[in-house]
């Protein structure tokens, strides 16, 4: 059972970034194939073909003769997914350094008013509504694009769907450059369906006639903070694999800082770039380094990668439940020998970075760790002396 579905990008009017030309679009297409399904799906446009592969695409530009309107400044900047780890970093990266700063961010209960009290300006649309996308557009220079969904949707809904849409509306309104956050070797895992759809999202934007920085990345230590760090502190439980995989993690702000640099590298145009941090670590080494900086032990809770690939396989069975299976698809690479690392030497050397300003996992655990621990101490000493005057 397959469901084909084919989308023209919506009417665009004309905007003081460039004037619509009726000749110009784009086309996509992609095929979603059912969980059970055992067609073999092929992808002409990248040339390989893989057996139950959850999403082909294909993109096509018809036209790309747009007439010139009024130039924009090249330091106005659209960031999505600004309200995320990386995304919040990048808008203050941009700040610092006197860009201009719009975030689309979607409508929410809790409006993204510290965005606004840096000085970004906040604009509510949504990648799963592409007729929301035009407007936020007008008088945008370069799009970074930090936007990824939400746990509980579809993986396909914004980090294909919402990024095709995206792309589509960029070309034909004439933004100058898209930066893409990828994932370090996304090519060479079909079977993972995020990765495949980052894989298939790079070559659709290359193939769409924009200039572009592609970025992969590896791992962010952020993440760590409430997957290791506060567990330990707090004694509750750690939940681990026994994988080998290794991941170099890097800091969400050096990860910003880097894109800058590279977004004003001529060098770097229409290239795929890749950071990692300075070093690999596996899951157990993570948790003993926050260990030893907590000064306690953790409560460790193992669950070995063939439950979680036991797990994937019994969800793939109920459409329901098939989300699920694509998210534990990662247990297929964490079951491999893997190190999500590359070499970045000549990436320092062509962005002019000396390794030494790039803060490694030590130091910025320790950073945590210390300045939670001293406020841990503080709120004791004040509790002490509430007890005192009681």
Excluded at 10 to 15: M, Y
Excluded at 195 to 220: A, H, P, V
Aim: proline share 5%; glycine share 6%.
């Amino acid at each position: 059972m397959a469901l084909k579905l084919r989308s023209l990008p919506p009417h665009l009017s004309s905007s003081p970034t460039k004037a619509k030309n009726p000749n110009v679009s784009l086309f996509w297409g992609r095929s979603l194939v059912h969980p059970l399904s055992d067609v073999s799906c092929s992808s002409a446009s990248l040339g390989k073909s893989y057996a139950r592969l959850s999403i082909t695409c294909t993109a096509q530009t018809v036209s790309t003769s747009i007439s010139q309107g009024t130039p924009v400044r090249p330091t106005s900047i659209l960031v999505v997914g600004a309200t995320g780890t990386l995304g919040r970093q990048v808008v203050r990266r941009a700040l610092d350094e006197g860009y201009d700063v719009r975030c689309l961010v979607r409508p929410r209960p809790a409006p993204a008013d510290f965005l606004r009290d840096w000085g970004a300006i906040v604009v509510n649309a949504d990648l799963s509504k592409p007729e929301t996308i035009p407007a936020t557009l007008v008088g945008i220079h370069t799009i970074v694009d930090c936007a990824t969904g939400r746990p509980e949707e579809p993986i396909r809904k914004v980090d294909w769907e919402g990024k095709v849409a995206l792309i589509q509306c960029a070309k034909a309104m004439g933004i100058q450059k898209y930066v893409f956050y990828s994932i370090h070797n996304c090519d060479k895992h079909p079977e993972v369906p995020l990765m495949e759809i980052k894989y298939c999202t790079e070559k659709f934007l290359q193939d769409s006639g924009l200039n572009y920085n592609i970025i992969r990345l590896c791992g962010f230590m952020q993440g760590l903070i409430g997957q290791y760090a506060v567990p330990i502190l707090e004694e509750k439980s750690v939940w681990g694999t026994d994988a080998p995989t290794r991941i170099a993690y890097m800091d969400t702000q050096d990860i910003a800082r880097l894109t800058f640099m590279a977004m004003r590298n001529e060098k770097t145009n229409n290239k795929v770039m890749e950071f990692a941090g300075p070093r690999a670590w596996t899951t157990q080494e993570v948790i003993t380094l926050c260990e030893r900086l907590a000064g306690q032990d953790a409560n460790v809770t193992t669950v070995p990668v063939s439950v979680l690939r036991f797990t994937r396989q019994l969800t793939r069975f109920f459409q329901w439940t098939s989300d699920v299976a694509d998210r534990l698809a990662f247990t297929e690479v964490l079951s491999s020998d893997t190190v999500f690392s590359v070499p970045m030497t000549e990436t320092y050397n062509l962005l002019g970075v000396d390794q030494k300003d790039i803060v490694t996992l030590e130091k910025y655990l320790q950073d945590y760790f210390t300045n939670i621990l001293k406020k841990l101490k503080d709120l004791k000493a004040q509790s002490k002396q509430m007890d005192i005057f009681i």
